[in-house]
Structures are given as structure tokens and as C-alpha cells.
């Protein structure tokens, strides 16, 4: 036995080597995220009175003057570990370089009134308000039709559909429809929201136009594409957590001389809901972060009213996309900030799928 | 397969199946099962793992409906009627003929819903407090659960837990109780107490009683049926007899070996003739 022993071990203690450094990885690069996007968040910025108003920060927007504002111009800016580690290096560098009256100030691009506010082209005053309302708008869209639709399919395919062969043919179906890159989802939604079902989704149909041209350019539009998008997943969700109740308390139901849908409505959604529930959840909050699918269906770059559903509109991941692409500074603070927001939404969200699953578990 | 009917009475048989098999992906579990339940009597149906008990139960309340590569064959008569016919209500097929599992499966609900569920559905006007506390009564729980009706049925024991699904089963008014080892899982304490309840049901319901247990067989039973499995792997009706009579004088030798003990599931019927 002993001479076998040691190669076992030691092979043993590689494969558990590649496993640990396998889970640093993924930590890490999650980290990684979270760290940048904190790190850029907030920090030291350099902001130049009234006279160093000749340096316009945002060079493609017409109407970027300072003196609308008054509270002067970002000329430069640092991160929040340049900040705290440098700072007396960045002290020296301003008054050094930059002109006369530039004061700086630790800033964090974060703030409740980034929240609140509208959008402004300054981007010491502007917010992310018309973005989170729509971003808002679309979860609930989503919420609303995706959820019960996913989960009468995943009834349809688990409890009703009469062929076996039939049910494993729309599973696969979903299961494929779960892998379709959100792009292609934002097309079917320009074609079929915006373009075909256009009088529809720009509420004229309803005389609840929010703009003088009807377009179906719209939150309802995007809020629809969404639902799609997330369909399948909650589906497959709700097919597994409906495939988790336990067979014997259906036997039991059935026993008693019950119906299908008898069981299904006091059994089977009883005890899989919470679970559904979180999956829902889940589904919907990774999708609302996605950017492609908006921007296909025609988000807006600058919402100035708060949306309603038949306005046009932007999201949170395309407003932060748009500020990430600027070439300044104070723009990459911005688009930050609006990411933590983001992110923000996200973990709000799991935390609600976390406590509907533990609903799941003290219900068995 | 030949067996003499034994002594059951046909025209008091409220539940009969006639040449009765069951296939699974067209593998047949068990065939040519020719048997009937009377009203005040239990039914034993005993032999080893596998040799089709539990096909046969559930083939009685069409319960195989539910499971898509089940065929059933042959003709299960409630009352006369085909349950099979394409006019018969499945469901109605099996609040008559209730069904007791196992492994105790009472809903995630109350002790006054576990009774009441079923109940409620059948009746709308019914008045559910007394059926509930009927239903309870008659399975010899409601002394236990009186004052904790409202507490979650999970919480029983499970003896308990396997006397409130009888009293659940009860509740639906069925003609026909089938109980597929319902004592299995149970210590011996909670098997005498739903042994006792068996006998205390036995007159007003034909029941059904699959076990492995001969004696448990042998102490509940009226008449036994013993099923063993063929050379196929298909499960056969070997005797069908009246307790006494199959436990002191078998007809058949494998059944003897059976209830003597001194064989199990190796028993087939090879190079032997019932």
C-alpha cells in the first residue's frame, strides 16, 4: 500500500491546485470589476473657474457652455487611489500646470442628486434620472409579461402537453431560444415592436403618443424585446423548479380524485413559485443590463423628460456606454457611477431572488 | 395462467380487472391478471420486488394516465363499468378508487387542509368541519390532532403523517382503498396502529393491500394474491386464494416456498406448472 500512496497524493494535490486557482480566477476578475469601476467612480478632479471656460470638456455637444452653469469645468481628473495615495503629487501637478483659479475638489461622481437629476450637458450636473426610469420601466414590462407567460409554458410543456415526443421537441426549442445572443433579440423586437406592431407601441393606437411623430421607438418596445429575451430562461426555470416537486404529493393529489390544473394550482405553483420567482428574478436582472438589445429597439442618447411608457427613452447600461465613449475624464467618472447604479439594481435584485429562495427552502 | 378464483363471490366484487397488464416502453411489467375486490374484505397482494404489485395498483385508478410510457391492456371494471371506457372521467375513477403510498406524502398544508383539499373539490356545499373531523375520526388520528388542526401536516410523525393521508383518501367518500406498502417505512409501533385501522376500515371499503410482509398479509388479509415474475421478467398472477386457505394449503408450490420463507425473488416459474 505505502509505495502508492505518495504519487496518488501528489496528483491529487494538483488537480485540487487547478480547482483553487480556477476559483481565483473568477474571483478575481469579479473583483477586478468592482474594483474599477469604484476606483473611477469618485477621486479628485481639477475644475476650472469661469476664465478657464475656453476649454469646453464636451467637444461634439453644441450646447456645452459653462456659463449656464456657473459652477465652472472638470479639466482633469484623477482616480479615487490616485487620490488618496498621490494627493499631495496632484496638489503640486495643479498649481503647477493648470491655470490660475482652478480649484480642486474631491468629488464623487456617485451622488444622491446623480440619481435625481436629469440630464444636463454639464457633466457636474448631469444625472442618470430619465435612465433609471426607463431602465425601471423596462424590468416591469418584463416582469409583467414574461413572467406569466414563462410559466404557463413551463405548465403547458410539464403538465399538459400530450406527446412525449412533442414536449422534448419544445424543451430543446426553449433550451436553444435561452442561447440566442441578445442582438438578435433586439432585431426581432425593432422588426416586430417598433416597425410591425409600431401603432401599437408608439401608443397611438391608443392616443397616448408622447411625441408629435409616432414612432414605436418606445419603453413599451423595449420593455417587450426584453421580456423576449428573458423568456426562455424563465421558462426553463420554471420547468425545472415545477419538475422538483415532489412526485408522491402529485400522486397524492391525483389520488383523491383531483383534476391537472386542480394540482397544478394548489400543489405544483405553491411550492415551485418561490422558486420560480427567484429565477425570474435572476433572468430579468441580467438582462437589464444589457445595452445591445436597447440600443437595437432605439434608445435615445438624451432623454430630457422623465419617460413614459410610450416615450422615447434610454437606459442605464446604454447612457453608461455613451459617457464611456467620451474621450474625458469627467465622462469616464460618469459612466462609473452610473455602472455602480447599475450594479446596484442587480444586487437588489438577487437579494430578492436570494430571500424568495429561502421562502423555497423553510416551505419543504 | 391458471387459478382457481377462489371463493370470491363475483357478483359482490365492486372492483374486478380482467386479463389486466401493464407495459412499460412496451416491456411488459406484469400480464394477464385476472382478480376482484369485494366490499368488506382486504385484499392481499404479496410476492417479491418487481413482480408487478404495485404495475397492478395503479393500472385499478388509472393512476399509469399520469405517466406516458405506461400502456395498460385488458379491462378494470368499478361497479360494472369499464374505468377504461373513452366515457369515464379519470378522475372520477380515482376518487372512488383511493390510493395510499408508501412513503407518507401529505400536502405542505394544514392537517385540517390535508383532509379537507380533496373534500372540497367534490363537493362545494359539503360541510367541511364535519368531514374533516369525520375523516380523522375514522382514521384514529383525530384524538391526536383535535387541538392542532391548523398546524402544518409536516410536522406529524410519520405514522401519523401515513394515517392522515388514509383519513384524506377517506375524506373523498372512495368505494375501493388501495395501499401500496403503506407500512413499509413505519417503526412497529405505528405499523400495529395502521393495521388496526386496515381492520377497522375493512367493512365499509374493498381494500387493496400490496406488501411484502406474508405475515402482515397473512394477519389483515381475507384473500391473497401471489404474483411472481416469468422467465420475461414479466410479473404473473400465480394464486389467488382465500388467506386461509393459501397460507395452510397452497395450490402451488412456488407460493408455498414463498410464504414458507424459503424463497424470495429468485423464485420464477421456470420448469414448474401452476
Same mark, same amino acid.
Request: aromatic share 2%; no cysteine; net charge positive.
Given at each position: 500500500?505505502?509505495?502508492?500512496?505518495?504519487?496518488?497524493?501528489?496528483? +491529487?494535490?494538483v488537480v485540487r491546485a487547478l =480547482?483553487? =486557482?480556477a476559483t481565483v480566477v473568477t474571483l478575481a476578475s469579479l473583483t477586478a470589476v468592482v474594483a474599477h469601476v469604484v476606483?473611477?467612480?469618485? /477621486?479628485?478632479?481639477?475644475? /476650472? /473657474?469661469?476664465?478657464? +471656460?475656453?476649454? +469646453?470638456?464636451?467637444?461634439? +455637444?453644441?450646447?456645452?457652455t459653462s456659463d449656464q452653469t456657473g459652477e465652472g469645468e472638470v479639466i482633469a481628473s484623477w482616480t479615487l487611489l490616485e487620490s488618496l495615495v498621490r494627493r499631495r503629487q496632484i496638489e503640486r501637478e495643479v498649481s503647477a500646470l493648470l491655470p490660475e483659479g482652478t480649484r480642486l475638489e474631491f468629488r464623487s461622481w456617485l451622488s444622491l442628486s446623480f440619481v435625481t437629476r436629469g440630464y444636463s450637458p454639464n457633466p457636474l450636473r448631469t444625472g442618470i434620472r430619465g435612465a433609471l426610469i426607463g431602465s425601471v420601466w423596462m424590468v416591469a414590462i418584463a416582469v409583467v409579461v414574461a413572467v406569466p407567460t414563462g410559466v404557463a409554458a413551463a405548465i403547458y410543456l410539464e403538465e399538459f402537453c400530450p406527446r412525449d415526443l412533442l414536449r422534448k421537441a419544445m424543451r430543446e426549442s426553449v433550451h436553444l431560444l435561452a442561447g440566442v445572443p441578445s442582438v438578435v433579440y433586439g432585431l426581432i423586437g425593432l422588426v416586430l415592436f417598433v416597425r410591425f406592431l409600431g401603432p401599437l407601441t408608439s401608443g397611438a393606437a391608443f392616443g397616448a403618443t408622447a411625441t408629435r411623430v409616432p414612432t414605436g421607438r418606445t419603453i413599451v418596445s423595449a420593455g417587450l424585446t426584453l421580456a423576449l429575451l428573458t423568456l426562455p430562461r424563465i421558462v426553463i426555470a420554471a420547468e425545472q423548479a415545477i419538475n422538483a416537486v415532489e412526485p408522491r404529493v402529485r400522486l397524492a393529489a391525483f389520488s383523491v380524485g383531483a383534476t391537472r390544473w386542480q394540482v397544478v394550482r394548489d400543489h405544483v405553483l405553491p411550492q415551485a413559485g418561490p422558486e420560480i420567482g427567484a429565477a425570474a428574478i435572476l433572468a430579468i436582472a441580467r438582462a437589464v443590463g444589457d445595452a445591445a438589445i436597447v440600443i437595437m429597439v432605439g434608445a435615445s442618447t438624451v432623454v430630457i423628460a422623465d419617460p413614459g411608457p410610450f416615450a422615447a427613452f434610454t437606459a442605464l447600461p446604454v447612457v453608461a456606454y455613451q459617457w464611456a465613449m467620451r474621450p474625458d475624464a469627467s465622462y469616464r467618472g460618469l459612466a462609473s457611477a452610473a455602472l455602480l447604479v447599475l450594479l446596484l439594481l442587480v444586487v437588489v435584485l438577487n437579494a430578492a431572488a436570494a430571500v424568495a429562495r429561502s421562502r423555497a427552502r423553510r416551505t419543504r | 395462467m391458471t #387459478?382457481? *378464483?377462489?371463493? $370470491?363471490?363475483? &357478483? $359482490? %366484487?365492486?372492483l374486478s380487472a380482467e386479463d389486466l397488464g401493464v407495459a412499460y416502453d412496451d416491456i411488459p411489467a406484469v400480464s394477464n391478471v385476472t382478480v376482484a375486490f369485494a366490499r368488506g374484505e382486504v385484499t392481499a397482494l404479496i410476492g417479491p420486488a418487481g413482480s408487478g404489485k404495485t404495475s397492478v395498483l395503479r393500472a385499478l385508478n388509472r393512476l399509469h394516465d399520469l405517466t406516458p410510457t405506461a400502456r395498460v391492456h385488458g379491462s378494470v371494471r368499478l361497479h360494472g363499468k369499464d374505468v377504461y371506457d373513452t366515457d369515464v372521467d379519470a378522475f372520477e375513477v380515482r376518487r372512488r378508487v383511493g390510493m395510499v403510498f408508501e412513503t407518507p406524502a401529505p400536502f405542505p398544508m394544514s392537517i385540517y387542509d390535508n383532509v379537507a383539499w380533496g373534500a372540497r373539490m367534490h363537493a362545494r356545499t359539503l360541510d367541511l368541519d364535519a368531514v374533516v373531523e369525520q375523516g380523522l375520526e375514522r382514521a384514529g388520528l383525530w384524538d391526536e390532532v383535535k387541538d392542532k388542526l391548523r398546524q402544518s401536516a409536516l410536522r406529524l410523525s410519520a405514522g401519523q403523517q401515513q394515517r392522515l393521508c388514509i383519513a384524506r383518501t377517506i375524506a373523498v367518500d372512495p368505494d375501493v382503498i388501495l395501499m401500496d406498502e403503506v407500512t413499509a417505512p413505519l417503526d412497529p409501533i405505528s405499523t400495529g396502529k395502521v393495521e388496526e385501522l386496515i381492520l377497522r376500515l375493512r367493512q365499509d371499503y374493498a381494500? *387493496?393491500?400490496?406488501? #411484502?410482509? *406474508?405475515?402482515? %398479509?397473512? &394477519?389483515l388479509s381475507d384473500r391473497v394474491t401471489f404474483f411472481l415474475v416469468d422467465d420475461n421478467r414479466t410479473g404473473r398472477l400465480i394464486e389467488w386464494a382465500e388467506t386461509d386457505s393459501m397460507f395452510f394449503a397452497p395450490r402451488d408450490a412456488r407460493t408455498e416456498a414463498y410464504i414458507s420463507g424459503r424463497a424470495g425473488s429468485d423464485l420464477s416459474t421456470r420448469g414448474r406448472t401452476g
Open positions: 500500500m505505502r509505495p502508492q500512496m505518495r504519487p496518488r497524493a501528489r496528483s +491529487s494535490a =480547482f483553487a =486557482f476606483n473611477t467612480a469618485a /477621486g479628485l478632479v481639477a475644475v /476650472g /473657474g469661469p476664465d478657464a +471656460s475656453d476649454r +469646453s470638456p464636451i467637444p461634439d +455637444s453644441p450646447v456645452a | #387459478h382457481d *378464483v377462489g371463493s $370470491t363471490n363475483e &357478483r $359482490t %366484487a365492486i381494500i *387493496v393491500l400490496a406488501t #411484502h410482509n *406474508v405475515q402482515q %398479509a397473512g &394477519r
